[in-house]
């Protein structure tokens, strides 16, 4: 049986979610259980600690959120797979960059599943797809607990990325599962990425 606590929370608030990770990740002690959480988001943009505003580039109805991951500037909304895994990385001895490696390789190779082929960049953190993005990674570690995660587009309205550049580089392309021939729910997705996860973290 896995430690490893999931909880699904469907659509949710992106603001009240970072403020329940950041509770959890300030209060949690060396034997808490990790947890996973499985969650999309309405429409809004999320800003990282060093986000410039400027990569987003216009106006716009669609909330801004300044938040204190790592990364420049993405964009959430429906139909987009995000998981926030809450992990001790002191237990596992990780680094940020080990982290990030298994992360990209969870959707990967659950990319492969589904006869994608995907590959990452270690010059720009993600997962991406004939030179397209399909996921996007964020983190915070705090004493060594890891919070927010990863965004990977599956079924959803990808114009708001045309209003930024995503993750701070201008003209950068993103695509999702649809519209490379998958069909599949945001909860199906979750599963094979999930159990890479835990592969990785519990092995």
Known sequence: MSSTQLKFLGLQDYETVWAQMLEFSLNRQEDTPDQLWITEHPPVYTLGLNG????LLVSTTI??????????????????LVIYPLINLKRLGWGPRQWVTVLEQAVIHTLRQYGITAYAQAKAPGVYV????????????KSGFSYHGLSVNNAMN???????N??????LAVTQLADLGVNVHNHELAVPIIQQILKAIEA
């Open 52 to 55: 410039k505003t400027e990569h």
């Open 63 to 80: 909330p801004v959120v300044n938040t204190d991951r790592g990364g420049q500037i993405t964009y959430h909304g429906p139909g987009q």
């Open 130 to 141: 004939e030179e397209k993005k399909i996921a996007s990674l964020g983190l915070r570690i």
């Open 158 to 164: 990808l114009a708001p990325f045309g209003d930024i």
């Open 166 to 171: 995503p993750c701070g580089y201008s003209g």
